[in-house]
Every structure is written in C-alpha cells, then in structure tokens.
C-alpha cells in the first residue's frame, strides 16, 4: 500500500514507536469521500474503517511525536502526542505525501495522565469545522473518516469513544522547535533540514534557508490568523503545541464560530483571563511567533534577523486582514480608509450584538433595511460611510452583491448546530455528520434542505462555551 513513514528519517528520541489500542466493534460514522477522491486514496471502505479502528496496515510505521510548547503562557516540558498516533503517510500519483493521523489512539509515553482517547463529539467537531474552514478557504487540517465503537469513555460523563483519522502534510507544530532548542542545535538543526526538504523545499536555495523558513512559517500563520477573524472564528486554545508550522488551523477544542459579532468573545470557558479571545488572535499569534523565533536561535544567530520575521508576521496579517474583510464587503478597489471603515464596523456590530454572518451576507441588498441592522444612529452613519465608499469602486451593483453573497456564507457552523448533529450521532444517525459535511461544503449557495440552520440560535443557545475535552 503506498504508505511510509518518513519521519524514520530523523533520530529515534523525536519519537515513540507504538500501535494504536483497538477500537471494539468499530463502526465508521464518516467517510470523507471528497478528501478521498482528491487525495486518490484508492483504499476499500473497510480498510479505511480498520485504519481508523487502529488497524496498521503495510507501510505506515505508527509513532507518537514529542514535542513541547507553551500552554496559556507557560512553558510544559512533558508534551507529545498524547492522544494521537502518526501512523504514516499516504503517497498521492503526483507524488505528494499526507500524514495520516489517529486521534484519540490509545496511551502514549506522553499522555501523562491522560487516557488517550478521544469521544464522538469532538471527533464530530473536528471533522466538520475543518472541512467547514476548508470550504471557506481557511487553511486547515483535513479530516477523512470517524471510526466509534462499543467503548465508553469519561469524561464530564460517559461518553461513546471515537477516533479520527486527520490528515494533512505534516503535524510538526511550534512546539516540535522548541523541545528541538530544549535538546541541543543539533537537534534544531535536523528538524529544520527535515522540515526543508518535506515540506518548505524552496527554502533550500535561499542564501539562509533558515531565515526564510522561519519567515515562511510566520506569514502563513499571520495568513491563516487574519482569516479566522474574517470569518469570525474563535480557536480557542493557541498553545504553542497547537500551532501547525504550515500555519493551517490546528487541533480543534473548544472553538466556535460567531453567532453574534462580540469582539471580546471567549469560546473556551477554562481561560478565564480571556487570553484566547477572539480579539487576542491577532496578537497571540505575535506571542507565539516570537517563542518559535526564539526556538530559532541555534539556527539564526542574529536576533535582528528573527525581529525581522515577526514584523514581517504583523504586516503580513494587517495585509491580509484587510483584503479578505474588504472582499467582504463586496469592495475590490483598495482605498486608505478602508482599514477605518471595517473597524467602524465591527464596533458598532459588537456594540449592538449583531449576528456576524447574517448581518455580513444582508449587505447584498442594501435597498430594503434588514432586520438584523441596528436602528440606532451609530450603524445610519456607518450605513452612509460604506455608501460613499462604494462610490469609489468599479462594480455594478449586481457585481458587487454577488461578490458579498459569495465571499459570506449563509450556512456556518455554529455552535447550537454542532451540538444537534452530535446529539442525532450519537443516537445512531450514521448519515448526519456526512449530510452536514456536504452541505458545509458548499455555504454561498443557499439550499433548500438547510435554510432552516442558517438563521442565529435562540438567545439561550448563544455564546455558550465549552470545555477542554471538546
Ligand atoms: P490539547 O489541549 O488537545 O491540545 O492537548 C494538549 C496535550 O494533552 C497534547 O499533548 C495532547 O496530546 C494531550 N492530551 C489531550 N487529551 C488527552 C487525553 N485524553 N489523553 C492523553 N493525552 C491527552
Ligand atoms: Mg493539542
């Protein structure tokens, strides 16, 4: 089977090489046969249904990585895959290669004192949201089948247990760097070699191929930061270890979508201090930089050099920050104040706790007032910035609606409709998460069969948070 295993490569201490613990009487609960189709994964479905039941089959060499990080501000030595075994790649035909992830696989040398698993419902929540981001062109990890099976897990209560096969180029995070910086320069050095050649070749012929490697991995970040504030998406939980070094959206917790536009919102109700707020990605994405950029120092000697990555990291953001929010306002010609206008916006939508989407998307139509626009003087002023400014555009006025009703999902993910999908799983639905997947999949053309989900939740159902073990 065209499976390997390339992170053989680098010494035996990146790495625990063990097997996945079994799921009982597995069965699949999704099967992601778009990511299937275009990774030309040729596999039978029950094959697929054994690797995510912690079969191995020929060619993968399962691992659990270590690495360390820095979790809410402090640094933790005793991270690794704690709940997720590396179980190889999958070689394409064009020759591009996948890791093949199982979330929730059973006890590692790193769980500490974790059991290693991982339940239905944040399984669910991974697999949709990220191919929800996907579909929104939100760099992510993917995701390709959920496997649950007899057992019951704890949790806040008992709750059926689920694996997950993830999938994307590599897994190496932030934290790979600094457990790296923790062991010696060499050790930095054959990571960021391996990184180079997997996954960042066109750093090899750069004059300092580790500059350029950092730089890279910084505006990617910035890159994917900037979207999840456009699309209104709070992570959750920016550890360091959670910090993919392709920059994609990784490991899904306690995340959330906006219902209503809340600038300080906190999706995780374990961070108090609010050090993950929506508002707080911006600049924790800078914090977090900066760690790596410190993990960077066996390999860029000049601290100027690393500042030059981390001001190239807020550039970069306000850059494409300020192009995706344009787009979503329907305006393609730059103009100086449009960085005013947008955050005009989004004061006067927190203000008066509008709903994000709805409102974003209503903007379409600007002849008849929806009912979602604030009837207060603060949103009539702002109405008539936007009207002027879109005097100094080049579209049609159909043009420019259909840019807005294309760039501004009507169905999103929120939290009340991830909970009612979990709740049919778990009472047996084996269809639901594939039905939400194929819709989520295309959100800009409204759809008969979920129009119902594209309206806010019921005020009770708003804002809620959630835990850790999501
Ligand atoms: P997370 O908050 O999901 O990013 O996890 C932080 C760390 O704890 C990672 O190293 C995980 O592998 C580990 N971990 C999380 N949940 C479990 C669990 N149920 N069992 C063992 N380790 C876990
Ligand atoms: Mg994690």
């Known amino acids: 089977m065209p499976f390997t295993q390339t992170y053989l490569e680098i010494p035996a201490d990146f790495y625990t090489q063990l097997s ?127 496997a649950s099976g007899d057992e019951q897990v704890w949790r806040e209560s008992l709750e059926p247990r689920a694996n997950l096969i993830r999938v994307t180029p590599t897994h190496i995070r932030f934290g790979h760097f600094e457990w790296a910086a923790s062991q010696s320069p060499q050790h930095s050095q054959t990571l960021a070699d391996y990184v180079i050649k997997h996954h960042y070749p066109e750093c090899a012929s750069e004059p300092k191929p580790y500059e350029s490697l950092l730089k890279l991995i910084l505006q990617r970040t910035a890159r994917t930061i900037a979207h999840w504030q456009a699309v209104g998406f709070n992570h959750g939980v920016m550890n360091t270890d959670n910090m993919s070094i392709l920059g994609e959206t990784f490991d899904f917790g306690p995340y959330a979508f906006f219902d209503d536009c809340q600038i300080d919102y906190i999706c995780n109700h374990t961070d108090t201090g609010g ?34 990555s981390l001001n190239d990291y807020v550039e970069a953001y306000n850059q494409n920050y300020v192009d995706l929010m344009r787009a979503k306002l329907g305006l393609t010609n730059p103009q100086p104040k449009d960085k005013l206008l947008i955050a005009d916006l989004l004061i006067c939508l927190d203000k008066h706790r509008v709903d994000y989407h709805v409102f974003m998307r209503s903007l379409a139509d600007l002849n008849n007032p929806h009912p979602v626009w604030p009837q207060t003087d603060d949103y009539q002023a702002w109405l008539l910035a936007y009207k002027q400014r879109l005097e100094q555009e080049t579209l049609t006025e159909a043009q420019r609606s259909e840019l807005i009703l294309n760039t501004n999902p009507a169905l999103v993910l929120r939290n009340y409709i991830a909970q009612h999908i979990i709740e049919q799983a778990e009472k047996g639905d084996r269809d639901i998460v594939d039905q939400w997947r194929q819709w989520l999949a295309s959100p800009f053309i409204e759809n008969p069969e979920w129009q119902q989900w594209t309206q806010p939740p019921h005020s009770h159902l708003k804002g809620h948070q959630l835990s850790c073990s999501s």
């Open 20 to 146: 996945p613990e079994p799921l009982v009487q597995a069965h699949l609960v999704a099967l992601n046969r778009d990511l299937i189709q275009q990774q030309h994964v040729d596999l039978s479905e029950q094959t697929i249904l054994d690797i995510a039941a912690g079969k191995v089959v020929e060619g993968m060499s399962p691992l659990a990585q270590k690495y360390t990080g820095h979790q809410f501000g402090y640094y933790n030595p005793d991270l690794g895959d704690g709940r997720g075994i590396l179980l190889g790649q999958w070689q394409t035909p064009q020759g591009e290669h996948f890791d093949w992830h199982l979330k929730g696989a059973g006890r590692t040398p790193y769980s500490r004192r974790g059991d290693g698993r991982a339940v239905l419902r944040s399984v669910i929540r991974e697999y949709l949201a990220s191919e929800a981001l996907h579909a929104l062109s939100v760099p992510t990890t993917r995701a390709l089948a959920i």
């Open 275 to 308: 050090r993950y707020a929506y508002n707080e990605q911006p600049n924790v994405g800078l914090w977090n930089g900066q760690v790596l950029a410190q993990a960077f120092e066996p390999l860029i000697e000049s601290a100027e050099k690393r500042q030059d």
